[in-house]
């Protein structure tokens, strides 16, 4: 039986980076913890508040996953889930992530490989 696909996934990859500072690797201690929640939200995690994030080991620390019946419904939640993350005092990619997802051209679905080199430039539409 062959299942039909419906709906629209989004992932964000929560790193422990920097991204206003060439994506420089944040170890240290997590004091603070919020993870979102709620229908259409699935967080992928190993972290918790007193957490120690290793400098010799892989930067990510979840996955965040949103779903929605259409395109605009999964980024709508998915800014939502964004806005309800916190993690300090390291710093993350969570406000790359919510710059990318308030960008007219990825909500449109008008971006390709290049787009992130783009708005790091700090142009929406160079």
Avoid: W
Avoid at 24 to 51: Q, S
Avoid at 87 to 94: C, E, F, G, L, R
Avoid at 96 to 103: A, F, K, M, R
Wanted: glycine share 8%; proline share 6%.
């Amino acid at each position: 039986m062959i299942s039909k696909l419906t709906g629209h996934a989004i992932e964000c990859r929560i790193n422990a980076e920097d991204p206003a500072n060439n994506f420089m690797p944040c170890p240290g201690k997590i004091e603070e913890l919020n993870l979102p929640g709620g229908f259409g939200v699935r967080v992928d995690t190993h972290i918790y508040p007193g957490y120690k994030i290793s400098p010799y080991y892989d930067s990510m620390v979840a996955k965040l996953i949103t779903y929605g019946n259409n395109r605009a419904e999964a980024i709508s939640r998915m800014r939502r889930a964004l806005d309800e993350f916190y993690v300090a005092p390291i710093k993350t990619t969570i406000p790359l992530h919510q710059q990318i997802l308030e960008n007219s051209l990825f909500v449109e679905g008008k971006i390709s490989t290049h787009f992130l080199e783009k708005i790091s430039l700090g142009g929406e539409n160079k």
